[in-house]
């Protein structure tokens, strides 16, 4: 309908819109790929992105991504894992991400380590927060965003007339 996709495009923006359209093709919602593989793919990446944005959970991705950013970096960068805690993990923190308290406990110990000069955290300090978000992301978003492209999709082949006949529609070429 014209609500749905004016909503479509209040929600994504243009170029939200492209990036969805160039998923759908693809990209297959039924794949069986693994959630971390396929957020390889940008263009996955970015309708999947989209997609938390709407369903206000965008925070998990962006840890998971700032985590691998982390663990790439050739030497452990405290000030880097500092922003990470500041953003995602500490109590109260804007994009605070949904892990259990031992997890937030045990990294906050670490980040928070009063001694001077500040020693380094280690290496593996946000893997267990990693997991239990790539948890939330694999077990409770994933599957929404696939039922999600294959509603839109049906919504964006066929259309129902008020008479409750439904009507195919044609995609330009």
């Not at 989209?50 to 925070?59: A, T, V, W």
């Not at 928070?112 to 948890?135: G, H």
């Not at 694999?138 to 039922?147: A, G, T, V, W």
Request: one cysteine or more; proline letters at 6%.
């Amino acid at each position: 309908s014209v609500f749905l996709s004016i909503g479509y495009l209040l929600s994504f923006g243009v170029g939200g819109i492209w990036v969805w359209w160039l998923a759908k093709r693809q990209i297959s919602c039924e794949d069986n790929t693994d959630l971390a593989d396929q957020l390889q793919n940008p263009i996955f990446h970015q309708s999947f992105s989209s997609f938390l944005c709407l369903q206000f959970s965008i925070e998990n991705l962006q840890f998971w991504d700032a985590v691998q950013d982390f663990n790439r970096a050739d030497e452990v960068d405290p000030e880097f894992a500092r922003q990470i805690y500041a953003r995602y993990i500490a109590p109260g923190s804007t994009f605070e991400v949904n892990i259990s308290s031992a997890v937030r406990d045990s990294i906050t110990a670490q980040i928070a380590n009063k001694s001077n000069p500040i020693p380094p955290p280690p290496r593996d300090i946000f893997t267990q927060a990693e997991t239990e978000v790539m948890y939330n992301l694999k077990f409770h978003s994933y599957p929404l965003y696939k039922r999600w492209c294959v509603e839109s999709s049906d919504r964006s082949t066929a259309s129902t007339s008020p008479s409750g006949v439904s009507i195919s529609l044609q995609e330009a070429e």
